[in-house]
């Protein structure tokens, strides 16, 4: 059967978490170039990098507008990272998975957290969440060191970050050992194949015509 004529399911909320560093950012990007997924775009408060676009990158705000909106629980998740304030629009995810549609999101260890104590059920069922282990803390300080955009405070607090947000793999459904960048693409894109071969993101008739031999 092809996928045009499977049965409409649950659209699944996939979480892919790691510390800065790990080679998240690589997977996710590679991942993007697939027509497999809505990608969510992530509000901030951060001012735009060369070559970012607002509405594309990110929704840049200001810090009056994003208080706004953690007042108004406009968020699915919100933290301050590294200084700044990030956040993920909660209407537009929800609206994309009752439409049947995957997302792919890119988010922290505490961004993780809200959505799995989220007040929403469905956000709940939905969420399938991974987490990319990073090759070593040494492995990392090498990588962070060779960005050279890091000063010395900086590069400390991410690797205490580092060390904090590895501590909290088991809360993950998922936990992927990093390897290279090929591997750890083909072991996320298994768990993605295997989310959506569970039976309960079907609704309850969707074989009725295979049981019936209609």
């Not at 092809?2 to 560093?21: A, D, E, Q, T």
């Not at 890119?106 to 059920?121: L, V, Y």
Request: proline share 5%; glycine share 6%.
């Amino acid at each position: 059967m092809s996928n045009n004529l499977l049965p409409k399911r649950k659209g699944i909320l996939f979480v892919l978490s790691s510390p800065s560093g790990a080679g998240k950012s690589t997977v996710y990007q590679a991942l993007k170039k697939t027509e497999q997924f809505a990608f969510s775009i992530s509000c901030t408060t951060r001012p735009p990098r060369t070559g970012e676009t607002d509405g594309i990158d990110y929704h840049f705000l200001s810090e009056k507008d994003f208080a706004e909106k953690v007042a108004a629980g406009d968020f699915l998740e919100h933290a301050k990272v590294h200084r700044h304030r990030y956040g993920t629009l909660a209407t537009p995810v929800i609206e994309t998975l009752r439409s049947g549609r995957d997302m792919l999101m890119d988010i922290d260890t505490a961004g993780a957290d809200s959505i799995r104590n989220h007040p929403s059920q469905e956000i709940r069922e939905a969420l399938a969440d991974i987490f990319l282990l990073p090759p070593s803390l040494e492995e990392l300080e090498r990588r962070l060191l060779s960005r050279g955009t890091e000063s010395p405070e900086d590069l400390a607090t991410r690797l205490k970050n580092a060390e904090e947000e590895t501590a909290r793999w088991q809360r993950y459904r998922y936990v992927v050992p990093n390897r290279s960048v090929e591997e750890n693409i083909a072991a996320i894109r298994a768990i993605f194949f295997a989310e959506r071969c569970i039976a309960t993101r079907y609704p309850s008739n969707s074989f009725n015509h295979l049981i019936q031999g209609k």
